[in-house]
């Protein structure tokens, strides 16, 4: 059945000019329709425009149409959560109070927390429970609007156990309402048994893991944490050249903690995006400019560790195509809020209420290589619509640290309300 949302006081269609990454001025360009209505037909979007404009062109569809009245509300397209290490076993709250007490980061993964921690954790979780945390932070998710997610794989760091969190994720998207678009980062971290051995564990990567990856179709992208004391950038360059030759896209962790040239390494190896960020180099910031790199940048990390945050306005004025998300993993941001992790990114980098409206859209949807199906409200592209409580797009950052959302609908089919 047809659906008809509609006079919203805003509909923000995200519109721009084409289906990739927007840069600089462009990422100001939210395509506001006042008094808008969205013409909705099966799993895709028909029409957007004035309610008497669609009444014109459409008069049967709409005779037939369900109705939902957004009067008063602001009409956006689903957000895309473009980072996540989605399944995962356990919880680290115990570490967030070490840290609170003084202990870093890096300090508690090098004494067999961290990352290590999680692994254990995933390892000995079964399929089952896994799939049933993760059912139910993806609709966590949905409740806050977020209609397609990323998923990094990582915290397995042997085959058994990567291929458990993929499948997870496979299944997943069989079986939950939110898309999800799955990484393979089984270069996290070096699992504990190789500790010693780094590239002996690089090896296995390479040639056990990223051709059954590949193989069974498990993962698009690939991902390495490339960091001080984790992968260097040799190592971090073979595996993404590797991952290449199986038709995986690279993706790489860079410049978080410590400047690495993990910036200037994305923009050589045509990584679609470099992600984190925090501290990258001027270089690095041009590099990726020239070739075009998406920045996903995700601010509840360098909340959550109470690191400097990355240079977002600088990466935006320069011409860097910047994406936001919410990292969301038990370690260094356990949030599910992408409204609040757009809200950090205005106060804290600097970017506008309608680049970071961009940010968790249309650039979220390039850097998953999704920019032709969402992100954007556009006749033909997947009907994935969100209904807000409030009166205009300003509003959404202004009432910080709230859930807006009034209604979801995802593939043209309404679920949350
Ligand atoms: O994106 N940097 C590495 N990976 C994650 C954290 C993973 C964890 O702490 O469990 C991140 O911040
Ligand atoms: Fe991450």
Same mark, same amino acid.
């Given at each position: ?71 008063g509300k602001v009409v956006m397209p689903g957000l895309v959560d473009c980072h996540t290490h989605l399944v995962h076993g356990g919880t680290r709250e115990n570490e967030f109070n070490m840290r609170l007490n003084g202990s870093t980061y890096m300090e508690i993964m090098n004494a067999g927390g961290g990352i290590h921690s999680t692994t254990r954790s995933t390892r000995q979780a079964s399929f089952e429970e896994l799939y049933e945390k993760t059912y139910n932070h993806l609709n966590e998710f949905l409740k806050y609007g977020i ?26 998207? /069989? ?80 410049? /978080? ?6 910036? /200037? ?111 954007? !409200? ?17 509003? !959404? ?21």
């Amino acid at each position: 059945m047809p659906t008809l949302i509609k006079n919203a006081n805003e509909v923000i269609t995200l519109k721009g000019n084409g289906q990739g990454p927007r840069t600089k001025e462009a990422m100001k360009e939210i395509g506001i329709i006042e008094n808008g209505s969205v013409l909705v037909n099966q799993d895709r979007i028909v029409a957007i425009g004035t309610l008497e404009e669609l009444q014109k062109e459409y008069p049967e569809l709409i005779a037939d149409s369900e109705v939902i009245d957004a009067t008063g509300k602001v009409v956006m397209p689903g957000l895309v959560d473009c980072h996540t290490h989605l399944v995962h076993g356990g919880t680290r709250e115990n570490e967030f109070n070490m840290r609170l007490n003084g202990s870093t980061y890096m300090e508690i993964m090098n004494a067999g927390g961290g990352i290590h921690s999680t692994t254990r954790s995933t390892r000995q979780a079964s399929f089952e429970e896994l799939y049933e945390k993760t059912y139910n932070h993806l609709n966590e998710f949905l409740k806050y609007g977020i209609t397609t997610v990323e998923a990094k794989s990582g915290y397995g760091l042997d085959w058994e156990n990567e291929k458990k969190q993929l499948e997870v994720a496979k299944k997943l998207q /069989e079986t939950h309402a939110v898309d999800i678009v799955s990484t393979f980062m089984g270069a996290h971290a070096v699992p504990a048994e190789y500790k010693g051995r780094e590239d002996e564990f690089v090896e296995i990567v390479i040639n056990e893991m990223l051709p059954k990856v590949a193989e069974e179709q498990l993962a698009e992208f690939n991902d390495v944490f490339c960091e001080k004391g984790v992968f260097t950038p040799e190592q971090s360059r073979r595996i993404l050249e590797a991952g290449k030759q199986y038709g995986l896209t690279p993706k790489i962790h860079a410049d /978080e903690i410590e400047p690495y040239e993990g910036a /200037e390494m994305a923009a050589e190896v045509g990584a679609i995006s470099a992600e984190h960020l925090l501290v990258a180099s001027d270089e690095g910031i041009q590099r990726m400019a020239e070739a075009g790199t998406i920045a996903v940048l995700l601010p509840g990390t360098a909340f959550f560790l109470r690191a400097p945050f990355a240079r977002g306005r600088l990466m935006v004025d320069e011409g860097v195509p910047v994406a936001i998300s919410t990292d969301f993993n038990p370690g260094s941001s356990p949030t599910i809020s992408l409204p609040f992790i757009m809200n950090l990114a205005c106060m804290n980098m600097g970017l506008t209420l309608e680049e970071v409206l961009t940010a968790t859209t249309m650039n979220a949807a390039c850097a998953i290589n999704r920019g032709d199906q969402i992100g954007s !409200l556009e006749e033909g592209k997947k009907a994935d619509i969100l209904v807000l409580n409030v009166a205009n797009y300003k509003q !959404l950052q202004y009432y910080y640290g709230m859930n807006h959302t009034h209604l979801v609908m995802k593939n043209g089919r309404v679920v949350v309300k």
